[in-house]
């Protein structure tokens, strides 16, 4: 039962307004939140990419529409990204490697998710720094050894967060958004892939 002392303690505590901050439509974040909460069927999404061919190792990605909250979704824009290899590891260089753009993708995940969870804690940002690395060893992608590992070894992620909060506030953003990206569940939890070939 609460005692009376920390009824004083609770109401005594400032609350902060849920108002839009750092670019976030907080209240619009909780209601969505509220909305799936009471609805878990408009949590199911699926998104979706085209990948074609241009040349030797460059291809090209078309992000494309998606389902999810109900319905299907058009992209606000054309979203298109190539991809290739250096000339160093026999491509011609036209766009980052597909695994620089999973590097892309981690640091991109969180960073979203520090704006979101600082702004629904009321917290004020000033800015947001990341640096990430990731170690790989070539042998195991062209086939020289089985022993070593095709993807990357190890990534790192280091961020640099500036606020209206102390440090140790500022950590537990990341932390959150760390524990909630879809990115870091990949990439730590893995996730089944199924291809299909339809070749002429």
Not at 42 to 51: D, T, V, W
């Amino acid at each position: 039962m609460e005692t009376n002392a920390t009824t004083e303690t609770n109401q005594s505590k400032p609350r902060r307004e849920k108002r839009p901050l750092n670019g976030v439509d907080v209240p619009t974040l909780f209601a969505t939140i509220n909305a799936v909460a009471e609805q878990p069927e408009l949590a199911k999404f699926q998104f979706r990419a085209s990948n074609e061919w241009i040349k030797g190792t460059h291809s090209r990605s078309r992000i494309e529409g998606y389902s999810g909250a109900g319905g299907e979704h058009a992209q606000t824009g054309d979203f298109v990204y190539d991809g290739d290899h250096p000339p160093v590891l026999c491509g011609a260089g036209n766009a980052p490697t597909p695994v620089e753009f999973l590097l892309h993708a981690l640091a991109a995940c969180i960073t979203a998710g520090i704006g979101n969870v600082a702004a629904a804690r009321g917290v004020t940002l000033e800015s947001v720094e990341s640096r990430v690395e990731g170690d790989i060893d070539l042998r195991g992608l062209l086939g020289i050894s089985d022993q070593v590992r095709n993807g990357y070894q190890g990534i790192r992620l280091a961020f640099k967060v500036k606020g209206d909060a102390d440090a140790e506030t500022l950590r537990k953003i990341v932390a959150q958004s760390q524990a909630r990206s879809a990115v870091y569940d990949v990439l730590t939890n893995g996730v089944p892939v199924s291809i299909e070939v339809d070749a002429d």
